[in-house]
């Protein structure tokens, strides 16, 4: 499941003074063979060490998605070599995107590019440039923009063809530029004598990584929790402590023994989750899983079958011979028999754990080793836990509530809580591959069906055929009933359009959605209209968040500032900054913001990365790497470069008419309150300086 919240971390350590230029890439040029004659083909490969935490996009992006930059490379043309085919980027990494709303690819740690070339002479000269996008995946949730970034490859060495073998060469003098997205993936190094480096930057691989994986670990555990009072489990408890307590000759032997029933529960699953590791086939897998409408859809029927069960549809269970002949050899002596009577338990309570555990691997999908291994070494553990114990302290037993309809009811909700996260993995295949039958509003619909009907079993309103009767409602089952009932009434104003950003990691984005009227509407209280702004430039390719009107050309917004007495908000954002996109959504919809943009300040979205070309009238010479600028975006990008020595998105800076800062430039924070203080001070700042 993609996209979890990016950690909120106060980008408290920029200063305006001397914040320094970033690039977090390390590019590396070689051949895949050493020494070629003339008419020979080679591979041209471009290897970028990534550092930790940051990804970048690869060559092979959706041409329909908007947003995201590829990574370019531009050959300058040659006649000693001429370019066979198109470059292709080595095993990127794929997934579902929510905030672009499909499938996009990166790399992390280590991105590779081929390109195969013909030589045509015994001095090759291959040249050019790249570009590329590379973006922070937790802390302040920078994007970098990096352009026009020379290369050249050196050290082939050419021999002339043989005299008896006729070659004909045709120079290749077309200019080709290649258009390339560059998307992280992970694989050995392809040159021998940079693998040093590159072992340096594949060093750290957390399954999950940060605050996802711990979030992965504690749900496995609450699962691991939630199966033992299921009715395939808790009923086991008073038989299996007495066993112990029972056949023991010693207080201290039956205490060995419930240690190694619990130890060889947590063994058994600790090696199912390995299983499923090794045969996950690496990260690459992982990505084609999480992505690809094959495992989706099957991942959705799975839950759906799951969510069946446990309404009572059909019972779950393995073949009985198989199952008994675990059993009898639980009557062996010694700790064998109490490894295999642990082993018994798995395989009887598979019914009512199996849904559970499913769940978990499927979530497991692309942790690589590490991630199903430690989920299921959790919930064994949640498992096992109170078996142990109990056996510890027997007496607990006499304190333990009598199985009886509550059991049951436990597995109706789980099959209430599967058949509802099912959709989601059918939401990721509709999304990716454009089906159109899960929009928005019909993902929501579904949701508020179910937590429905959920509700009113709580409540007593709706019964299956394998439930008991509801003599009267306990206090806890009218507190859940409650809670359900409060989420379908949250859900029910996203039909039209609320944003429900509690969610926003579940649900298909805001844009499937047809009937939107918090869009439409917007939140804004507008003071000041596109009319009164006259002609702005550039409007027809840009456009502000939540009405916002305003400016797309610095120059403009300079004028407009002097015009109006107004301090100017500079938005230094980029189609492809996901960071950007968080910030509008979740910074500036807040009214006390929203408020401050519109009264306040003249505001300015200053796109770093866009491509249209300008007129050749309006080109200059950057002072800064003494290049033709030439486009919106790289003019964009060197005004933020030579101004505010940054090179990083999101970056807001507030100056008067005259250029002049105002207060310390802010980037990425998602706490409201600091986004409204540094308005505030520029607001302070401009009116001590224009009274």
Known sequence: MRKLLFILITYSSLTFASPALENHTKWMFSFNKSEVKIGD????????LIEKNWYMYSTDL?????GPIPASFNFTPNSSYK???EIRPIHPKHRFDEVWGGEISIFENRAEFR?????LSVNPVIKGTYSYVHCIITGDGRCINVEDEDFEFKGLKVQAAEANTPQTITPDTTSVTEVITADTAHKPAANPATSEEIKKTETADVAGGGKSFWAFLIFAFLGGLTAVITPCVFPMLPMTVTFFTKKSETRAQALRRAFMFGGSIVLIYSLIGLLFGVLGLGPDFGNWLSTHWVPNVLFFVIFIVFGAAFLGMFELTLPSGFVNKIDSKSNMGSMAGVFFM???LVLVSFSCTGPIVG???IEAVGGKLLKPVLGMFSFSLALALPFTLFAIFPNWLQNLPKSGGWLNSVKVVLGFLEVALAFKFL???DQVYHWGILDREVYLALWIVIFFLLGMYLLGKLKFHHDSDLPYLSVPRLGMAIAVFTFVLYLIPGLFGAPLKALSGYLPPQSTLDFDLYTNKGTSTETTTGDELGQVKYADKFHLPHNLHGFFDYKQALEYSKKVNKPIFIDFTGHGCVNCREMEANVWSDPQVLKRLNENFVVVALYADDKTELPESEWYLS????KIKKTIGKQNSDLQITKYNANAQPLYVLIDGNEQLLTQPKAYDLEVSNFVKFLDEGVAEYKKLHP
């Open 41 to 48: 083909e080679v591979e041209l490969i471009f290897t970028a």
């Open 62 to 66: 959706d041409p329909k998605l908007v």
């Open 83 to 85: 370019l066979i085919g």
């Open 115 to 119: 390109q195969k070339i013909k030589i």
């Open 342 to 344: 642990a082993f018994t």
């Open 359 to 361: 769940s978990l691997l």
């Open 427 to 429: 939401s990721i295949a």
């Open 623 to 626: 002072k800064y790497d003494n």
